[in-house]
């Protein structure tokens, strides 16, 4: 299985921070990487889809990138509705696998 | 608009089997495969795996292989998923998709006797 070894766990942030979440692919997985967000007693939110594609309604704040196997997700100047898990997704391949989450907490 | 409604948390016994449903509405229903992930302890997600849903077609993360079973009946755009065997293991948080796209509210499962 492909696994994505997402960091970090946890993340201590301030408002209007930019933060910049990543996951790392075991083996190439192109461009099939979603990122979501997830609030709690909530269900996941797609954020960006095929690894740098801002999904409707989302906030342009939210960009996705791709350097080889590192994928991240950014949030410029963040703000307090953005203060949430989030969970990143290889779709490349069966079995599909998750990134263990980054959970994103307030100083 | 797309919804996909799940059934109501859900309390069994060890050993047991539990059926989930998740009801789609807002689009047609055989036009996109119905994946299950599940959510434990709040925090990590686990893909099961999808059905496709004008075929029947199921494709299983090999770990749920014997724990789940999905099906659906496009009579009622529902997809359902059961779990058999239930251990303490398998108390979580359920979720259908949409690929991923919609998402169901989730069910709890909680394992207890």
């Known amino acids: 299985d492909i696994q994505m070894t997402q960091s970090p766990s946890s993340m201590s942030v301030s408002l209007g921070d930019t933060v910049t979440i990543t996951c790392r692919a075991s083996?190439?997985?192109?461009?099939?990487v979603n990122w979501f967000q997830q609030k709690p007693g909530k269900s996941p939110r797609r954020m960006i889809y095929?690894?740098?594609n801002l999904a409707d309604g989302v906030p342009s704040r939210f960009s996705g990138s791709r350097s080889g196997s590192d994928y991240s997700l950014t949030i410029s100047s963040l703000e307090s509705e953005d203060v949430a898990d989030y969970h990143c997704?290889?779709?490349?391949?069966?079995?599909?696998?998750f990134g263990g989450g980054t959970k994103l907490e307030l100083k | 608009q797309v919804n996909l409604l799940q059934s109501g948390a859900a309390l069994v016994k060890p050993g047991a089997s539990v059926k989930l449903s998740c009801k789609a509405s807002?689009?047609?229903?055989?036009?996109?495969?119905i994946h299950w992930v599940k959510q434990s302890h709040g925090k990590s997600l686990e893909w099961i795996g999808y059905i496709n849903p004008n075929s029947g077609y199921t494709n299983y993360n090999e770990k749920f292989k014997s724990k789940a079973t999905l099906t659906v009946d496009k009579s009622t755009n529902t997809a359902y998923m059961e779990l058999s065997r239930l251990t303490s293991e398998d108390s979580a948080t359920y979720y259908c998709?949409?690929?991923?796209?919609?998402w169901g509210q989730g069910v709890m499962v909680t394992v207890s006797s």
């Open positions: 998709t949409r690929t991923g796209d919609y």
């Open positions: 997704l290889q779709y490349d391949e069966y079995p599909r696998t």
């Open positions: 083996q190439d997985v192109g461009i099939y």
């Open positions: 807002g689009y047609t229903f055989t036009d996109y495969y």
């Open positions: 095929r690894a740098t």
